[in-house]
Every structure is written in structure tokens, then in C-alpha cells.
């Protein structure tokens, strides 16, 4: 069965720390994806990984990706306010499987 | 703005209506894609067009029907819907067809709640 799975579910941090999300799945596969959506809003694409150790970096958000591992890591630097939203990855099996996404809280 | 927009964004109906939802893409994509966000799951994939034909039906019920016209147009027919439909639904589109499936733009989506 394909699963992607995120950890943590629902991450609360304050300004100017740094943490990283975490998205593991099942089969492998070298095409990953991360998006954002804010609240009542539609999916942005973030990053698009393709290939083992990928690396894409926009602003203060980082992201990678490690296939042998079957792992993707975002990483956000020196969090803001404005970065709260749910983070999702999809993982491409032929199709996009999504994780159940990442609802980051940024606190003053 | 992403280049899809989706028709209605709210609506509001009853078990007994029929409404239909609508999709447009301005890309020049050759895919596009259904999806329903439920609270507490994760994004469900329904139904998934390449070059306007129906590559992909996830084991969707009857009363959602998909209609794709053209390769910019994407319609998903609603009748007899249950108060558990009730959710957003979300567009996409993405450059590649059939086999290929790669990165996705949403549209703003489509708030549906059935009564």
C-alpha cells in the first residue's frame, strides 16, 4: 500500500526558531513535492524534488529530498508569522499520493 | 493566482439537487484532476483526466460524475449527494498526459456543503 506520512501533524513555534518537517513514505520513488495551503485556500507549490538529494531553497524554507531513505525533509529557518499554514508532500507513484499535511502555528 | 479557476466557490445544496462544479484551466496542461479535502484526511484523489480522456476513478460513488470537454474544461456532476460529501473540492492540472504525472496546480476550489 502506498502511504506518506508527515511528522509532526500539527507543529506551534515561535518567531525566529528554526524546525523541520518531515515527510516518510512507502515505495520508492525519486519525484516529491511540497505545498502549502493557508486557510480556505487552495494548494501552492512550493518545492518540486526529482532526483536523490534534491535541494531547493526559497527564503526560509528549505527543502530535500533522500530516496534511498525514502525520506524528504523541510526546513524552515528563523520562522515569521506569515509562514503559518499546512504544509503537505506528495509523493509520485504514477500519481500524487499526499500526506495528511503539517498545520504550522507561528507565534510572535 | 495559478492559472485554474473553479465555479462555484461555495455551494450549498440539498440531497435532492443537482449541481454541477466547474474547472478551467489557462496553462496549456494535458491533465487535470478532481480531488475532495475533508477535514482530517488527507487529500483524496477522485478522478484524473489525460488528454481528455478518464485515465483514473478511484473507486468514486455513482453519484459524482466527471466530464471532461476539452483538455481546458472539467466538470464534476453532483446529484443525490450524502451529508459525508460535504467538503472542499479542488481542481488541478498538470503539464503532462498519460503515464506521467508531474507537478500539480490547484485551482481555489469549491466549498460544498450538503444539507
Known amino acids: 500500500e502506498l502511504k506518506v506520512e508527515q511528522n509532526p501533524l500539527f507543529l506551534s513555534m515561535q518567531e525566529g526558531k528554526n524546525y523541520t518537517i518531515y515527510c516518510n513514505y512507502s515505495t520508492t520513488s525519486d519525484r516529491l513535492y511540497w505545498y502549502r495551503q493557508d486557510p480556505g485556500k487552495s494548494l501552492e507549490s512550493l518545492f518540486v524534488l526529482l532526483s536523490n538529494g534534491a535541494v531547493k531553497q526559497e527564503g526560509r524554507l528549505m527543502a530535500s529530498l533522500d530516496t534511498k531513505a525514502r525520506l524528504s525533509t523541510l526546513h524552515i529557518t528563523a520562522a515569521v508569522h506569515d509562514l503559518s499554514a499546512t504544509y503537505f508532500c506528495?509523493?509520485?507513484?504514477?500519481?500524487?499520493?499526499f500526506g495528511k499535511g503539517t498545520k504550522l502555528t507561528v507565534n510572535p | 493566482e495559478t492559472g485554474v479557476t473553479q465555479t462555484p466557490r461555495h455551494l450549498v445544496m440539498g440531497m435532492t439537487n443537482k449541481k454541477s462544479l466547474k474547472c478551467e484551466q489557462h496553462?496549456?496542461?494535458?491533465?487535470m484532476y478532481w480531488y475532495k479535502q475533508s477535514a482530517k484526511k488527507p487529500l483524496e484523489l477522485m478522478f484524473v483526466?489525460?488528454?481528455?480522456?478518464?485515465?483514473e476513478n478511484n473507486s468514486v460513488p455513482s453519484r459524482f460524475s466527471p466530464e471532461c470537454p476539452n483538455s481546458s474544461h472539467l466538470f464534476l456532476h453532483l446529484h443525490t449527494l450524502q451529508p459525508e460529501d460535504s467538503a472542499l473540492y479542488l481542481c488541478?492540472?498538470?503539464?503532462?498526459?498519460?503515464?506521467?504525472?508531474?507537478?500539480?496546480?490547484f485551482g481555489p476550489g469549491t466549498r460544498l456543503t450538503v444539507l
Open positions: 506528495a509523493v509520485e507513484f504514477g500519481k500524487l499520493v
Open positions: 483526466y489525460s488528454l481528455e480522456e478518464r485515465v
Open positions: 488541478a492540472s498538470s503539464p503532462k498526459g498519460r503515464n506521467s504525472y508531474n507537478e500539480q496546480f
Open positions: 496553462l496549456g496542461h494535458n491533465a
